[in-house]
């Protein structure tokens, strides 16, 4: 049997490092906890969701293709149904006749939408819908969560937002699966180069409207740049905002990386929906960036630029910051940061190593529990707590009111990753007010709520929470009281 101070750490580090423990894991998931999460680290993969509609982006962008194509046909039966009621619309009706009324020539779809029964959400939320469900599934589902919990803190470093287009909304969950889980055992300039060349990247930062001025393109259409995704991969995805750069590089960025598009819904560069360099949106000619001179042809100018991006020093040290006061603590020990970038620097940014340099730290143990979780964290820890498998509307409605939607951020600077975020007056009415409900649900599968709090709690439970649970009037109101408790809300 483990030592109690062990035990105690162990729960802390489960809360910490991962989402928190399943009914009857106990004793035997706070043993050894520091082994188990450098033995994730070592196994070097993250599992994908399962279930999805779509195996990826492209197939996924030729669907919304054919998804609103199929809209615009059926918007255009609709006013040519009621024109004849329209003084002076024969010409309109005419018009509309002679044009063509099936799939467009060329078109290879085999999966076009079918007109979605009544009350049913269209396609690009149905799909968003599936995404969340079969995620959250993925992670109530984990032994530790440690490898979730990675997906989610890179998914919010390099986050778009579902709410800016039909594209963005229906790939959220293919931007995860394939920019992020693929790497998050891997390299960082892997990531980085997934991530910023994922159609939903090159959406959401508008990178496919981006002309080179000198291009083929530029110089026939009069069109210019568009430094959105340039600007962004600099100040949030590498360097950090003093991370020495001027607003030429963000420029000179933006020129480099012209030409990185989607393919559009004729095929022409490639499958509908995905990723495509566009050689007639490229700015020619030799590109300074941060003191060096970037001459390769095409797309590898930018590849290059995004690997020396990559390995800079000033990204290893926002990295490093990043993950601290992501898993230790609001103000991050110095110590602890110069640690993991020094082994970022040293590995060529290798995130195991990274990550290993983090869980091998006594620092990061023995930092007080002063992080609240974070609305996400919350719903997860709590559902694994109650073991429950919830539907969609039992996740999206909680992270809604608490501010916290999946793939949902308000800008590309991703959710706040700090206590004043969460901890507001507000914000912690609300939660009191989930955690009632989540009590009310649970209720009739909870056979004895102080069992079940000593359960997850373990040593963490305080005498102050083991009283307040006996001394509930309801069983809803304990499971409440055990899911609002300090010891449950702060890692």
């Known amino acids: 049997m483990a030592e109690t101070g062990e035990l105690k750490a162990g729960a802390i580090a489960l809360q910490r490092f991962g ?20 033995a994730e680290i070592a196994a070097g993969s993250v599992a994908q969701p399962q279930g999805v509609a779509f195996s990826g982006a492209a197939e996924v962008g030729k669907a919304l293709y054919d998804f609103e194509d199929q809209e615009k046909r059926e918007r255009e039966a609709r006013r040519v149904a009621v024109a004849p ?12 006749s002679a044009a063509p009324q099936g799939p467009p020539a060329g078109s290879q779809n085999q999966m076009a939408p079918a ?97 080179g001025p000198n291009s083929p393109a530029g110089r026939r259409r009069g069109r210019g740049l568009n430094e959105n995704l340039a600007r962004e991969i600099m100040e949030l995805h590498t360097l950090g905002v003093s991370g020495g750069y001027a607003q030429a590089d963000v420029t ?66 926002f990295i490093a910051t990043k993950l601290v006061r992501h898993f230790v603590a609001d103000a991050p020990p110095r110590a602890l940061v110069e640690k993991l970038a020094l082994t970022f620097r040293q590995s060529g940014g290798d995130l195991p190593s990274v990550y290993r340099a983090l869980i091998e730290d006594d620092a990061a143990w023995r930092a007080p529990t002063s992080k609240i979780r974070s609305p996400q964290e919350f719903l997860l820890a709590s559902y694994r707590a109650l073991g429950r498998k919830p539907d969609f509307g039992q996740i999206i409605g909680p992270v809604g009111v608490m501010g916290q939607p999946f793939w949902q951020p308000s800008g590309p600077n991703g959710y706040a990753d700090d206590n004043a975020a969460w901890a507001s ?25 102080r069992v079940l709090t000593e359960d997850v709690l373990g040593p963490l439970l305080s005498p102050e929470t083991k009283q307040a649970v006996a001394r509930a009037e309801s069983k809803p109101q304990a499971i409440a009281l055990l899911l609002m408790s300090p010891e449950f809300q702060r890692r």
């Open 19 to 38: 989402l928190g423990p399943k009914p009857g894991q106990g004793e035997a998931a706070r043993a050894q906890i520091r082994e188990k999460l450098l």
């Open 85 to 96: 009621s329209i003084p002076g619309a024969q010409q309109g009706m005419e018009a509309a």
């Open 115 to 211: 007109s979605k029964p009544a009350n049913e959400p269209a396609l690009p939320y149905r799909t968003y819908r599936d995404e969340v469900k079969a995620r959250v599934d993925l992670a109530l589902a984990a032994e530790t969560g440690f490898g979730e919990r990675l997906v989610m803190f890179w998914s919010n470093h390099f986050c778009i937002g579902a709410t800016k287009s039909n594209m963005c909304r229906i790939m959220a969950g293919a931007y995860e699966r394939e920019a992020i889980r693929p790497h998050v055992f891997g390299r960082f300039e892997d990531m980085l180069i997934a991530a910023e060349s994922h159609p939903a990247m090159l959406d959401f930062l508008d990178n496919r409207q981006s002309v």
């Open 252 to 317: 000179n960025l933006a020129r480099i990386i012209t030409g990185w598009t989607v393919v559009g819904r004729e095929g022409v560069l490639g499958f509908p929906g995905s990723f495509a360099f566009n050689a007639g949106l490229h700015e020619p000619g030799v590109t300074p960036l941060l003191g060096r001179r970037y001459d390769q042809p095409g797309k590898a100018q930018g590849i290059a630029a995004l690997t020396d991006l990559a390995r800079h020093p000033a990204t290893a040290q």
């Open 425 to 449: 007056a507000e914000g912690l009415k609300t939660r009191v007010d989930v955690a009632a409900g989540w009590g009310r649900q649970a209720a009739g599968s909870v056979a004895d709520p």
